[in-house]
């Protein structure tokens, strides 16, 4: 009898999960608002206060109140087979802890929640969260503001001691004092083999400079991941990149731009294109690739020689929020290596919980196998971060590249 995560995994596949990922469905960083929506959500100066992260300013209510409200993406979190309202792991949480979690799906895009509970944090009021998860550079744009509670390592033994040693090192929270990874992300090439007659693609120059190749190339609405590929193929940096860098960068994708070369800048669709072919190559998201390749043999992905995009999505608790050792219960159980293993089997993306992999092998080998969820050493060396960028830097990049894309 198949492992009840391998049945919700492949029912998941009957029902479309390869076609509805969380990051396709749902891209993080809404371009449509523009720089102008990044200059919008500046903070005042006055408001970056620490508010929260004293015990005595903020008096945690986890004992009385067996309570947690999650905060989390859509399609980011294991689903049983039959009853789509029924959540495995969290369920069991639940039943081990004694804590009710209140899970809801409400972060569609990173500026749009940021925009959300900010005008909380800035009044040093609770958000009604206990615990969210943002991508790694909104994250440490609320760590910066002091708007994040500082974790207390007692409370979360399995994940200080099962924290990949790879994740340990955040330039948007040094020390992991703030956050710790709910996933990792990473950004690739893929392409369909049908559609390039066989031919691979492994270089962000074939996308842009191919003719043959030419009017089916996609790059993707998001900023770091389309300027920081396209930087590590260029020989640039983008841990470290200047202002003239980022200039250089745009210029090279510009250029491909009023060429025709590349077709367009996909958001919520690359799948489908990719995968009926419109699109023969394009930039693309590991964990859409891993389930999209299970759909069709034909979708291969290759990571450049130059590197890739490399990145998490990390759990924090909010400012004065009211239950923060229930929130550290929850972080500390998703760190255990069985959990880890069944919650990547759903969401396919990169487990950062050490001992995970073993485990993996007892519900899936394949996955378990598949770089795109367990690198190897080889492939974690390759791997690079977006450096993280100011509030006038955000502004500023924000409106060149919406340029670019025509948003």
Same mark, same amino acid.
Not at 205 to 218: I, P
Not at 313 to 322: E, F, Q, S, W, Y
């Given at each position: 009898?198949?492992?009840?995560?391998?049945?919700?995994?492949?029912?998941?596949?009957?029902?479309?999960?390869?076609?509805?990922?969380?990051?396709?469905?749902?891209?993080?960083?809404?371009?449509?608002?523009?720089?102008?929506?990044?200059?919008?959500?500046?903070?005042?100066?006055?408001?970056? @206060?620490?508010?929260?992260?004293?015990?005595?300013?903020?008096?945690? #209510?986890?004992?009385?109140?067996?309570?947690?409200?999650?905060?989390?993406?859509?399609?980011?979190?294991?689903?049983?087979?039959? $009853?789509?309202?029924?959540?495995? +792991?969290?369920?069991?949480?639940?039943?081990?802890?004694?804590?009710?979690?209140?899970?809801?799906?409400?972060?569609?895009?990173? @500026?749009?929640?940021?925009?959300?509970?900010?005008?909380?944090?800035?009044?040093?009021?609770?958000?009604?969260?206990?615990?969210?998860? /943002?991508?790694d550079w909104m994250a440490g744009r609320v760590i910066?503001?002091?708007?994040?509670?500082? /974790?207390?390592?007692?409370?979360?033994? #399995?994940?200080?001691?099962?924290?990949?040693?790879? !994740?340990?090192?955040?330039?948007?929270?040094?020390?992991?004092?703030?956050?710790?990874?709910?996933?990792?992300?990473?950004?690739?090439?893929?392409?369909?083999? =049908?559609? +390039?007659?066989?031919?691979?693609?492994?270089?962000?120059?074939?996308?842009?400079?191919?003719?043959? /190749?030419?009017?089916?190339?996609?790059?993707?609405?998001?900023?770091?991941?389309?300027?920081?590929?396209?930087?590590?193929?260029?020989?640039? %940096?983008?841990?470290?990149? +200047?202002? $003239?860098?980022?200039?250089?960068?745009?210029?090279?994708?510009?250029?491909?731009? $009023?060429?025709?070369?590349?077709?367009?800048?996909?958001? @919520? %669709?690359?799948? $489908?294109?990719?995968?009926?072919?419109?699109?023969?190559?394009? /930039?693309?998201?590991?964990?859409?690739?891993?389930?999209?390749?299970? %759909?069709?043999?034909?979708?291969?992905?290759?990571?450049?020689?130059?590197?890739?995009?490399?990145? +998490?999505?990390?759990?924090?608790?909010?400012?004065?929020?009211? #239950?923060?050792?229930?929130?550290?219960?929850?972080?500390?159980?998703?760190?255990?290596?069985?959990?880890?293993?069944?919650?990547?089997?759903?969401?396919?993306?990169?487990?950062?919980?050490?001992?995970?992999?073993?485990?993996?092998?007892?519900? %899936?080998?394949?996955?378990?196998?598949?770089?795109?969820? !367990?690198?190897?050493? =080889?492939?974690?060396?390759?791997?690079?971060?977006?450096?993280?960028?100011?509030?006038?830097? #955000?502004?500023?990049?924000?409106?060149?590249?919406?340029?670019?894309?025509?948003?």
């Amino acid at each position: 009898m198949p492992d009840p995560v391998r049945k919700a995994w492949e029912r998941s596949r009957a029902n479309g999960r390869a076609a509805m990922s969380r990051r396709r469905l749902l891209r993080l960083g809404s371009l449509a608002a523009g720089g102008a929506a990044l200059a919008g959500c500046g903070i005042p100066p006055a408001a970056g @206060n620490r508010g929260g992260n004293d015990p005595e300013d903020t008096p945690d #209510h986890s004992k009385k109140e067996r309570l947690l409200n999650f905060a989390n993406w859509p399609l980011y979190i294991d689903v049983d087979e039959k $009853d789509k309202k029924k959540r495995p +792991t969290l369920d069991r949480f639940e039943r081990e802890s004694g804590i009710r979690v209140k899970y809801v799906e409400d972060i569609n895009d990173n @500026n749009e929640f940021y925009g959300k509970i900010k005008p909380q944090l800035a009044a040093g009021q609770d958000t009604g969260r206990d615990l969210i998860c /943002l991508t790694d550079w909104m994250a440490g744009r609320v760590i910066r503001q002091g708007w994040a509670q500082r /974790l207390d390592p007692a409370r979360i033994p #399995h994940a200080v001691a099962n924290l990949e040693d790879r !994740f340990r090192t955040a330039a948007q929270d040094p020390g992991r004092q703030y956050s710790y990874p709910w996933a990792g992300t990473a950004c690739v090439l893929a392409y369909n083999k =049908k559609a +390039t007659g066989g031919k691979k693609v492994t270089s962000v120059t074939q996308l842009l400079e191919d003719e043959a /190749l030419k009017g089916k190339v996609s790059m993707l609405s998001e900023l770091a991941d389309t300027m920081g590929l396209t930087m590590l193929d260029t020989g640039i %940096d983008p841990r470290k990149f +200047t202002d $003239d860098d980022f200039d250089k960068t745009l210029a090279r994708i510009q250029k491909a731009v $009023d060429s025709k070369q590349l077709r367009r800048f996909s958001g @919520n %669709d690359y799948m $489908d294109e990719l995968s009926s072919g419109d699109i023969a190559a394009c /930039l693309a998201w590991a964990g859409d690739i891993v389930q999209l390749k299970l %759909d069709n043999p034909d979708v291969e992905f290759a990571i450049p020689e130059s590197g890739y995009l490399f990145g +998490t999505d990390d759990l924090l608790v909010p400012a004065k929020a009211r #239950h923060q050792a229930n929130a550290e219960a929850l972080i500390d159980y998703y760190y255990q290596p069985k959990r880890a293993a069944e919650l990547a089997a759903w969401v396919n993306y990169i487990c950062p919980v050490s001992g995970a992999k073993a485990e993996m092998e007892k519900i %899936d080998k394949d996955l378990a196998e598949d770089p795109l969820i !367990f690198p190897d050493a =080889k492939t974690v060396e390759r791997g690079r971060n977006f450096r993280p960028l100011t509030d006038k830097e #955000h502004s500023r990049y924000e409106n060149k590249f919406s340029k670019l894309i025509g948003a």
